[in-house]
């Protein structure tokens, strides 16, 4: 994807962070008008409203459908910010392109579908390969599907590219709706310097006490932009309330952001970053080290006729590490997470000379 151009909307240009807001549905004129004007007097230049939603169960709201997109055509002559909704097939997209949407997004569960996502992308070319378009991770965490996603945007000629980084579902409860495991996006940026990255913190907290916190991480984390769901009463939303705030309190949020010059770089920075390179090497060194011992473990083990895994030994050593750890202020559940990884090298290690002749 060498060749992307700008998203080229307003609100969109360098400097500064992209900002998204809209309700998660379009549900009523009044309730969509009113959001955006609300949202536009303060400063909003791209209005979000879903038409089509993608419900996990049937039976909950469903979406008002194409008669939602006169009214995102009311809104931009009322207010004239730009709009977008979100696709999901192919009538999707002609509707929404024969009706005038500005920008199209891909959301999370069409994304992971690369059936659905050639024949969008195969009908966005045919109709307005202008047109800019956001993807968003899919609902698991592959890196490889979601660049897939947007390369079938890109070899069928769509070049106003971004992605959105919406977290990824998990089983069971956790303090986000979608967790983030930032390390997704900050591949996909490192693969593609070009790209931009809009962070949706709505859909990652679940919650609204989280949307401000969020949002300052992934500005501080260089992310692109944001887009957050703003609705004008969001206790009666018909999709997603709780995570829903109002354009005053998105105001306030946004208000209180601070954004950091990504470009410049101090003296003092360049010298921690040149700290975090060495501790790194010496990190890679110990561990290339570890592993030695761990082999001629092994060939010990191999010549005495040992099992390789003594689970006595590997419980003490999680043991006295994590709690070395954690007087160092490191987290515990961290230290154990990383002393599982080197435990399984080693094992792997100690199996190839194990099945050496
Ligand atoms: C949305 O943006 O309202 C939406 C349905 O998002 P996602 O695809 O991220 O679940
Ligand atoms: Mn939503």
């Known amino acids: 994807m060498k060749q992307l151009l700008p998203l080229g909307l307003p609100g969109t240009e360098k400097p500064g962070p992209i900002i998204i807001a809209g309700p998660c549905s379009a549900e009523t004129l009044e309730q969509t008008m009113s959001t955006a004007l609300d949202l536009s007097r303060n400063g909003i230049k791209i209005f979000r409203a879903g038409i089509w939603k993608p419900r996990t169960k049937p039976g909950g709201f469903e979406g008002i459908g194409e008669k939602g997109l006169c009214w995102l055509s009311e809104v931009k002559k009322a207010t004239g910010m730009s709009t977008s909704t979100e696709v999901a097939t192919k009538a999707h997209v002609e509707a929404a392109i024969?009706?005038?949407?500005?920008?199209?997004?891909?959301?999370?569960?069409?994304?992971?579908?690369?059936?659905?996502?050639?024949?969008?992308?195969?009908t966005i070319a045919k109709l307005n390969p202008d047109i800019p378009v956001l993807v968003k991770n899919p609902v698991n965490p592959d890196l490889e599907l979601w660049i897939g996603a947007l390369m079938r945007l890109y070899n069928a000629g769509v070049r106003r590219l971004g992605a959105i980084h919406r977290g990824f579902s998990t089983y069971g409860k956790h303090l986000y709706r979608n967790v983030p495991q930032w390390e997704v996006p900050f591949e996909l940026a490192r693969r593609y310097s070009n790209l931009p990255i809009i962070c949706d913190p709505s859909h990652i907290g679940g919650k609204r006490e989280l949307v401000g916190p969020l949002s300052q991480e992934a500005l501080d984390m260089g992310f692109d932009g944001l887009i957050i769901e703003s609705h004008c009463n969001p206790d009666c939303a018909l999709s997603d309330k709780s995570q829903q705030v109002t354009p005053e309190v998105l105001n306030f949020i946004l208000s209180t952001l601070v954004v950091r010059d990504q470009v410049q770089t101090t003296e003092?920075?360049?010298?921690?970053?040149?700290?975090?390179d060495s501790l790194d090497n010496q990190l890679i060194d110990v561990l290339g080290r570890r592993m030695a011992v761990c082999r001629e473990i092994g060939q010990y083990k191999k010549d005495h006729r040992m099992t390789i895994v003594q689970a006595g030994r590997y419980d003490s050593i999680m043991n006295s590490r994590v709690e070395a750890a954690k007087k160092i202020g490191m987290d515990g559940e961290f230290m154990r997470t990383v002393l599982a990884a080197i435990h399984e090298e080693s094992v792997r290690q100690q199996l190839e000379i194990l099945n050496r002749r």
């Open 98 to 122: 024969n009706a005038g949407i500005d920008m199209l997004w891909i959301g999370a569960r069409t994304s992971a579908n690369p059936f659905a996502m050639q024949e969008i992308a195969d």
């Open 268 to 276: 003092n920075l360049a010298m921690l970053r040149r700290q975090i």
